[in-house]
């Protein structure tokens, strides 16, 4: 099982940046993957960026270029740093990390709310 609190959250101007940070309770190498999904009212949670614990990094298309994922190997935390923020990237964001044991199990964070607004 693994433990995970995302902190980092809160209220930023369009344009602005804004890191989250995602501490996990087990060494980040044993997990296969780890991410950060967000959900804004009214919408599906989706995927924001993922990294492998081979370093392989993935994002969704509208967060290249202004989103990256890193990890801090030695603090077992995951980071979201994001920039150029704009209004429809408010949402929850949730830190998630994939164990792969015969099968997929997922675990989440409880969430930390972006609010980007003027």
């Known amino acids: 099982q693994v433990q995970l609190v995302e902190s980092g959250g809160g209220l930023v101007q369009p344009g602005g940046s804004l890191r989250l940070s995602c501490a996990a309770s087990?060494?980040?190498?044993?997990?296969?993957?780890m991410g950060w999904y967000r959900q804004a009212p009214g919408k599906e949670r989706e995927l924001v960026a993922r990294?492998?614990?081979?370093?392989?990094?993935d994002y969704a298309d509208s967060m290249k270029g202004r989103f990256t994922i890193f990890r801090d190997n030695a603090k077992n935390t995951v980071y979201l740093q994001m920039k150029s923020l704009k209004p429809e990237d408010t949402a929850v964001y949730y830190c998630n990390a994939e164990l792969w044991v015969g099968r997929r199990y997922d675990y989440w964070g409880q969430g930390t709310q972006v609010t980007v607004s003027s």
């Open positions: 990294i492998t614990s081979g370093g392989d990094t």
């Open positions: 087990r060494n980040i190498f044993s997990i296969n993957a």
